[in-house]
Nanobody, 120 residues
């Protein structure tokens, strides 16, 4: 089994910064893509950032230039530095990790979510 644990959410004023982290543990053999999603009340879950196995990245237009996703393969973790935060960034943020288990089974798992609230 694979477990994903998130941390780093909180309350911050507009223009401030937060850093989210997500660490995988358990029956992990290979981690491929890692992603951050967010979901605001009453809205669909939105893809925010992706970091691929080759460390290439993709960002939603709304966060380009402000958020930076990174990964640490040794620690089996993904982080996202969020700068110049806006009230529109308020949401529950979820990490998503895909890869292979020790039995070569494909997995795609989600973290528990962490609340980010940005006040104006």
């Amino acid at each position: 089994q694979v477990q994903l644990v998130e941390s780093g959410g909180g309350l911050v004023q507009a223009g401030g910064s937060l850093r989210l982290s997500c660490t995988a543990s358990g029956s992990i053999f290979t981690i491929r893509a890692m992603r951050w999603y967010r979901q605001a009340p009453g809205k669909q879950r939105e893809l925010v950032a992706v970091i691929n196995s080759d460390s290439s990245t993709n960002y939603a237009d709304s966060v380009k230039g402000r958020f930076t996703i990174s990964r640490d393969n040794a620690k089996k973790s993904v982080s996202m530095q969020m700068n110049s935060l806006k009230p529109e960034d308020t949401a529950v943020y979820y990490c998503n990790v895909e890869g292979l288990t020790t039995f070569a089974r494909y997995y795609n798992d989600w973290g528990q979510g962490t609340q980010v609230t940005v006040s104006s």
